[in-house]
C-alpha cells in the first residue's frame, strides 16, 4: 500500500512514495513473491499487505512499517524507525530486509546482498532524485526543466548515481516531444547518451533499462526499446510500468491488440498506475476501433492529469469518432486557447507513433475538429 505522509503539509509526499516504491521494488526481485501494488482492490487481491508512514523532521526520518496477512487480519510484524536522516539508506535495507524474512520461502545470500544495495550512496542525492521525479510524472515543461535541474543536482553529489542518469535522460527525450519540430534531434541523442552511461554503471537495475527504452521508444528504436523492456521485466517480474510501456510501444507499431493484454497487466500489477496507463489502454482501444472503451479509459486519464496534451487529443480523437462532436470541438477549443497556432500534424512529427494508418486515422479524426 502507498506510504503515508505524517505531519503537517505535504511537501515530503515525494519522500514516502519514495520510500515505499523502493521497498517495492526490493520485495518484487525476491523469489516465489509476485507484488500487486497499491490500492485498496490490489490489496483485497493479495495474501499479504505491507503498509506504512513516513515522517520527515529537520534532520531526522521516522518510518512505520506494518506487514498484515489480509485472510486472517493478523498484525504479522510493526516496527517504529527513527534515524537520522543520512541513515535513510541502512533504514531502507533493513526495512527491506524485515519483511522479507518474515514472508514465506527463503531468501538467498545473493538476494539479502541485493536488499543491501541502494542506488547512491548520499541521502542529499536520494532526495533531489525523489523530488525531481515527482517532478517530471506531472509531463509539462516547466515541470520537466526543473526535474532536470534536481536531477542535475544529484548527480552533482554522486556521479555514479545511475538511477539519476536514467532520469535525466528521459527529461531530454520529453524536450523533444515538446518542440514543435522533428529536425532537431540534439535532445534525443543527449538522452541516448544519459540512458547508456546510466546502464554502464548499473546494468542490474530495472529502472535503467525502463528509461534506455523509453528513450529508444521516442527515438522511433521501437524493437529496441522492446528488447530494453523485457530486460527489466526479466530484472522484475513485477515491474507494471514496463509492461505499459510495452503496451504502448506495439500501439506506436500498429499493434493495438497485442498491447491490451500487457496493459491489463500493468493495471493489475498496480491498479493506481496513474493517467499514462489509461491513456495507453485507450488510445489502443481507440485504433482497435473500440471507442467506448476507448472513451471511458481516455476519460479516467484526462481526468487524472487534465493539463496533459496527448490525453486532451486523444480523447478529441475519441469523441469525434463516437459522434460526440459537440463535445469534441469544445476540448479543441480548449487546446487552442492554451496553445495559440496549434497544429496536429506538427505535433505529430515529434510523436513516435510509426503505424501510416494509424496516424492517417488520427489526423482525420483531429480534423474534424478542427485541429
Known amino acids: 500500500m502507498p506510504f503515508e505522509t505524517l505531519g503537517s503539509g505535504h511537501e515530503h509526499d515525494y519522500l514516502a512514495r519514495g520510500i515505499g516504491s523502493d521497498l517495492m521494488t526490493d520485495l518484487s526481485r525476491l523469489r516465489g513473491l509476485q507484488l500487486i501494488s497499491p490500492s485498496v482492490s490490489g490489496a483485497m487481491a493479495a495474501t499479504y499487505v505491507v503498509a506504512g508512514s513516513v515522517q520527515h523532521d529537520g534532520a531526522r526520518v521516522r518510518v512505520n512499517v506494518r506487514l498484515v496477512n489480509s485472510r486472517s487480519g493478523e498484525q504479522i510484524w510493526t ?37 543491501a544495495k541502494r542506488y547512491t550512496h548520499d541521502p542529499q542525492a536520494y532526495d533531489y532524485f525523489l523530488r525531481g521525479q515527482a517532478l517530471f510524472l506531472v509531463r509539462r515543461t516547466q515541470d520537466n526543466q526543473e526535474a532536470r535541474a534536481l536531477f542535475g543536482k544529484a548527480l552533482e553529489l554522486d556521479p555514479r548515481f545511475a538511477r539519476a542518469y536514467a532520469a535525466l535522460a528521459m527529461t531530454y527525450a520529453m524536450d523533444y516531444r515538446y518542440q514543435s519540430s522533428a529536425e532537431a534531434s540534439a535532445p534525443l541523442k543527449r538522452a541516448l547518451e544519459l540512458a547508456e552511461t546510466a546502464r554502464q554503471i548499473d546494468a542490474g537495475i530495472p529502472e535503467v533499462y525502463w528509461a534506455l527504452g523509453f528513450v529508444q521508444a521516442q527515438s522511433r528504436r521501437h524493437e529496441e526499446a522492446l528488447k530494453s523492456l523485457q530486460k527489466a521485466v526479466e530484472l522484475n517480474p513485477s515491474y507494471a510500468d514496463a509492461y505499459a510501456l510495452m503496451g504502448g510501444i506495439h500501439t506506436y507499431l500498429g499493434r493495438p491488440a497485442k498491447s491490451i493484454p500487457l496493459l491489463r497487466t500493468a493495471l493489475r500489477l498496480n491498479p493506481d498506475g496513474g493517467h499514462l496507463y489509461y491513456l495507453l489502454m485507450g488510445r489502443a482501444h481507440l485504433f482497435e476501433n473500440d471507442v467506448e472503451q476507448a472513451l471511458f479509459n481516455l476519460r479516467q486519464a484526462h481526468a487524472r492529469n487534465p493539463d496533459n496534451l496527448e490525453c486532451r487529443l486523444f480523447l478529441i480523437a475519441s469523441l469525434m469518432a463516437h459522434g460526440e462532436g459537440g463535445e469534441g470541438e469544445w476540448e479543441a477549443e480548449q487546446i487552442r486557447t492554451l496553445e495559440p497556432g496549434f497544429s496536429a500534424r506538427a505535433w505529430l512529427g515529434t510523436y513516435p507513433l510509426t503505424s501510416a494508418s494509424h496516424r492517417k486515422t488520427l489526423l482525420a479524426l483531429l480534423a474534424k475538429a478542427g485541429l
Open 79 to 115: 516496527e517504529r524507525y527513527d534515524r537520522p536522516f543520512g541513515d535513510l539508506f541502512a533504514l531502507q535495507s533493513e526495512i527491506s530486509r524485515s519483511v522479507a524474512e518474515r514472508l514465506p520461502g527463503r531468501i538467498t545470500e545473493a538476494e539479502r546482498q541485493r536488499l
